[in-house]
């Protein structure tokens, strides 16, 4: 094969115009295609003196980076698991049905889906010292309500609630006596 020099670069003769503009298009060199010796090896002529702190650094810079990210992945999924653990006592609707004298409420689990809690007054615990976000226990379920969304069925938040049922303002109960006079012998 017989190949010439042009300012383009090598070009061989006698192939026909389809197959030179095919090596165009094509990646691949073949074999018998001449290899320029022309091109000298590099020689370093200068290496900064701060390239191996530049490396350092930067390898630092990517430490710190896959640190910060550990650390803003961590609350993007914590984040909905902390609400979570706040906003699943939180009563949504609360129906009331008065053929079976029971209510219902509705509150969010961690998906967003409604969950259902069926309830008559009699299960209804309210604790003497609320816990946090906490009005009442319905079947051990701690639930939280506003007292001010019952603006025109105030009447059910007193039941619900136990304000309907005498008030005990003991402060001793019999078997606390018994336990204090234990304590005295």
């Given at each position: ?144 309500i506003d007292g001010e969304n019952f603006k025109e069925n105030l009447e059910h938040y007193g039941k619900i609630m136990g304000y309907d ?21």
């Amino acid at each position: 094969m017989m190949f010439i020099t042009t300012k383009g670069g090598l070009f061989r003769m006698g192939l026909p115009l389809t197959r030179l503009t095919t090596r165009f298009c094509s990646t691949h060199v073949p074999k018998d295609f001449p290899r320029s010796n022309t091109v000298a090896e590099e020689k370093e002529i200068y290496k900064g003196i701060l390239s191996t702190q530049i490396k350092l650094m930067q390898s630092s810079n990517v430490a710190l980076m896959i640190g910060a990210g550990t650390f803003i992945s961590f609350f993007t999924f914590a984040t909905p698991l902390l609400i979570h653990t706040f906003a699943k006592k939180y009563v949504t609707r609360l129906t009331y049905n008065p053929a079976e004298d029971a209510y219902t409420a509705v509150t969010y689990n961690l998906f967003l889906r409604p969950k259902k809690i069926t309830f008559k007054v009699e299960d209804v615990d309210v604790p003497s010292v609320p816990g946090m976000f906490t009005t009442f226990k319905a079947h051990n379920i701690p639930l939280f309500i506003d007292g001010e969304n019952f603006k025109e069925n105030l009447e059910h938040y007193g039941k619900i609630m136990g304000y309907d049922k005498p008030l005990n303002l003991r402060w001793d109960n019999d078997e606390s006596l018994k336990k204090d006079d234990k304590k005295q012998f």
